[in-house]
């Protein structure tokens, strides 16, 4: 990756769950409306219907992968709208959502994201960027950031004019090039032209390689082997590489504060 300019502070896009959270919190969003809407229904019922239409997918061995993925796709297009059609989120106010973000930030983040985070500024250059339900549930995980609806890029709830939730969750991203469209709308609309992308998954992959300075987190061996498949290299963040193809890989987001990157805007 080159680096980034040490004049220019960079436009930072993050996913959000298992980067800035310990693990997907997706599960706990729905468990956390089922409980708030009474419903008769229990998460394993969605999960179960979720793995059947995969399993489907996976037996039937696509040579080709543009066409395994869009099969994938569908599969999770069919989980959302089934969510939709069984009003998991119905009735909700986005101050619910909000709340109930606030009360898992503390045991859900990831030790040191919020001080790192905080490094970013003018704090507008942060964007999240995720396949999460929720703005809400983001924004209450990051409320000491301050980030408005606008700087969160997910697929989010539909809500009436009344302010409550329609149950309906309107389908912006779900594949990693959805993630890749949305990055670069984002650069688009700012004057800014360095982007730092911080992820984990394969999910990530896209904006990872596009970003002028890409920053793995943790150990996906799957997002690992994508990378090297498209040529590049996998360095610590500590590394002097600067290397055009290179991508950084960290343990912890204190090594990402620890660097400055985030404040100075280069490796």
């Known amino acids: 990756m080159f680096k980034v300019s040490q004049h220019l502070r960079p436009l930072v896009l993050v996913d959000f769950d298992q980067t800035i959270t310990i693990k997907d919190t997706i599960e706990l969003l729905a468990k956390t409306a089922l409980s708030l809407t ?3 229904l229990t998460w394993d019922y969605f999960v179960d ?22 099969a994938l796709v569908k599969a999770e297009q069919d989980s959302l709208t089934r969510v939709t059609k ?3 989120f119905k009735g909700l106010k986005r101050q619910d959502l909000l709340d109930a973000g606030r ?14 985070l905080k490094q970013i500024s003018p704090s507008d250059q942060l964007h999240i960027v995720s396949l999460n339900w929720s703005k809400d549930w983001i924004l209450g995980f990051l409320d000491p950031l301050g980030l408005s609806q606008a700087q969160i890029h997910c697929n989010d709830l539909v809500y009436g004019g009344d302010g409550i939730s329609t149950g309906v969750i309107e389908q912006n991203i779900l594949t990693t090039q959805d993630k890749k469209r949305e990055m670069d709308q984002i650069i688009s609309s700012s ?12 999910g990530d992959l896209l904006p990872l390689i596009n970003a002028d300075t890409g ?28 290397h055009q193809k290179t991508i950084y890989c960290v343990d912890s987001w204190e090594e990402i504060k620890d660097s400055m990157l985030l404040s100075s805007g280069h490796v």
Do not use: C, H, W
């Open 49 to 70: 219907a979720y793995m059947r239409d995969y399993d489907q997918v996976i037996r039937q061995n696509f040579m080709d992968p543009i066409v395994k993925e869009r």
């Open 215 to 242: 920053i793995v987190i943790g150990n996906n061996q799957t997002l690992a082997d994508a990378i090297k498949e498209n040529g590049f290299s996998i360095q610590p963040l500590s590394s002097s590489n600067n």
């Open 86 to 88: 069984n009003n998991v």
């Open 103 to 116: 009360r898992e930030a503390t045991k859900s983040l990831r030790p040191g994201v919020i001080d790192a």
């Open 38 to 40: 009474q419903s008769n």
């Open 191 to 202: 004057q800014q032209t360095s982007t730092v992308y911080i992820g984990d998954s394969l």
